[in-house]
């Protein structure tokens, strides 16, 4: 059965550096997403993706991320300068379609930022 | 904020039926009820997903009340890998992003 993967399953990285989450979507999805979860808190939306262009954002993703799909198979998440804060578990999703339809969820990375 | 009220952890005996409620008593008309579930630590799952009508499929049955105030996921036979945390969320036919609550921790015990 296809299914989302994301690499690495577990980032450590200094306050300050860049991060590049990387996420493999199901190959007839076209729509994208990305999730947080900071540790013992609800999973949170971050952004929905499709046509090469965020649709949706939330409050936390500012400035300090951005999103893309380099290439046919590829979908990113950039943390610009990290935070403290931003030590969470990110999952990756993806949908055949938007609005009501079924997501799929990969299995997550691990963002540990000292 | 999440739509939906659920109670935030219940036990199971292994064998059984798990009955998971949800209230959601301000969900409008063109707004579906769908589950999923995380195990430790893992991605959210899609379990399934109504409307109006009851819907059953491999994993879980979805019973929805006729004024669609409330709804409840039932695991037929219980097994120790359903233990997870359960999620009802209420999304718009329009919604593309998921508002996840707390959910109801489910344990199943041996």
């Known amino acids: 059965e296809p299914e989302v993967t994301q690499t690495p399953s577990h980032q450590v990285t200094q306050m300050g550096q860049e991060v590049i989450l990387r996420c493999v979507p199901i190959s007839n999805h076209l729509y994208f997403y990305w999730y947080r979860q900071i540790l013992g808190q609800k999973v949170e939306f971050l952004v929905s993706f499709y046509n090469n262009e965020i649709s949706e954002k939330s409050e936390i993703f500012d400035d300090q991320f951005s999103v893309e799909r380099p290439d046919g198979s590829n979908f990113t998440l950039k943390i610009r300068s990290t935070k403290l804060e931003d030590s969470a578990m990110y999952f990756c999703?993806?949908?055949?379609?938007?609005?009501?339809?079924?997501?799929?969820f990969g299995p997550g990375t691990r963002l540990t930022v000292l | 904020d999440a739509k939906t009220t659920q109670p935030p952890s219940m036990d199971c005996a292994e064998g059984r039926a798990a009955n998971l409620p949800c209230n959601h008593s301000?969900?409008?008309?063109?707004?579906?009820v769908y589950w999923y579930r995380q195990i430790h630590s893992q991605g959210p799952q899609y379990i399934i997903h109504g409307l109006k009508n009851n819907e059953t499929n491999e994993m879980a049955s979805l019973i929805i009340t006729e004024d669609r105030k409330s709804s409840t996921l039932i695991l037929p036979h219980a097994t120790l890998r359903d233990t997870a945390v359960y999620y009802c969320?209420?999304?718009?036919?329009?919604?593309?992003?998921?508002?996840f609550g707390k959910g109801t921790r489910l344990h199943i015990l041996p």
């Open positions: 999703a993806s949908s055949v379609t938007g609005g009501n339809n079924e997501q799929f």
């Open positions: 969320i209420v999304r718009g036919n329009r919604d593309d992003k998921i508002i």
């Open positions: 301000t969900i409008s008309g063109n707004e579906y």
